[in-house]
């Protein structure tokens, strides 16, 4: 199974800018994307990538703002977050789901999920 290890979380004032990692050991996945949990609310999906294409698909609160990346070799993920808002406060996962599927943004797609590292946005 697929191993998955989050870091780059912390404290940021609102308009700064974050990057999150998350570690990948191994690449029998269909799709990886990136979740947040805040307080009290629901997992939602912030970016969901194909593994073999790199096609993402971000939600519409974060666009514009947030971009997926990776490294060559895909043992490496990135969440880049600029323009934070205190919305943006949560924890934040990365996940992994084998199954094909168009719900990219759906945490019930995945079944394969990092730690968290936290998110806070406040001056």
């Known amino acids: 199974q697929v191993q998955l290890v989050e870091s780059g979380g912390g404290l940021v004032q609102p308009g700064g800018s974050l990057r999150l990692s998350c570690a990948v050991s191994?690449?029998?996945?269909?799709?990886i994307g990136w979740f947040r949990q805040a307080p009290g609310k629901e997992r939602e999906g912030v970016s969901g990538t194909i593994n073999y294409d790199g096609t993402t698909y971000y939600a519409d609160s974060v666009k514009g703002r947030f971009t997926f990346s990776r490294d060559n070799a895909k043992t490496t993920v990135y969440l880049q977050m600029n323009n934070l808002k205190p919305e943006d406060t949560a924890v934040y996962y990365c996940a992994t789901t084998n199954r094909i599927s168009t719900g990219l943004l759906l945490p019930n797609y995945y079944d394969n999920w990092g730690q968290g590292t936290q998110v806070t946005v406040s001056s």
């Open positions: 191994g690449l029998n996945y269909y799709a």
